[in-house]
């Protein structure tokens, strides 16, 4: 799979909204399900959600249903999350990861991360 990096974080004031990229090098982007998970000061790594290898169907946390899209587009190696009605307890370090294996909240069961972009939102 090669290098995975994201981009697209920042500050944000509550209630607006950022779109993350996570650019994959390599020729068999498709051939993996791609997550995302996100990591607060002090806290665990934490599963936001995951797109299967067609994009065409996906599986969030239910803590961040309605608010969070996760989409990709194979022809870029690219897969997006897009984060609505951003609020200060969203704030941390969002990673992408790959895995080979299928749907899966398991950090371990994933085998490429990035290296992660930092959201800071506002209140």
């Known amino acids: 799979q090669g290098q995975l990096v994201e981009s697209g974080g920042g500050l944000v004031q509550a209630g607006g909204s950022l779109r993350l990229s996570c650019a994959a090098s390599?020729?068999?982007?498709?051939?993996?399900?791609m997550g995302w998970f996100r990591q607060a000061p002090g806290k665990d790594r934490e599963f936001v959600g995951i797109?299967?290898?067609?994009?065409?169907?996906?599986y969030y946390s239910d803590s961040y249903k309605g608010r969070f899209t996760i989409s990709r587009d194979n022809a870029k190696n690219t897969v997006y999350l897009q984060m609505n009605s951003l609020k200060p307890e969203d704030t941390a370090v969002y990673y992408c990861?790959?895995?080979?294996?299928?749907?899966?909240?398991?950090?371990?069961?994933?085998?490429?991360w990035g290296q992660g972009t930092q959201v800071t939102v506002s209140s």
């Open positions: 390599g020729r068999t982007f498709s051939s993996y399900f």
């Open positions: 990861a790959a895995a080979q294996s299928g749907f899966s909240r398991t950090p371990s069961e994933y085998n490429y």
């Open positions: 797109i299967n290898k067609s994009g065409r169907s996906t």
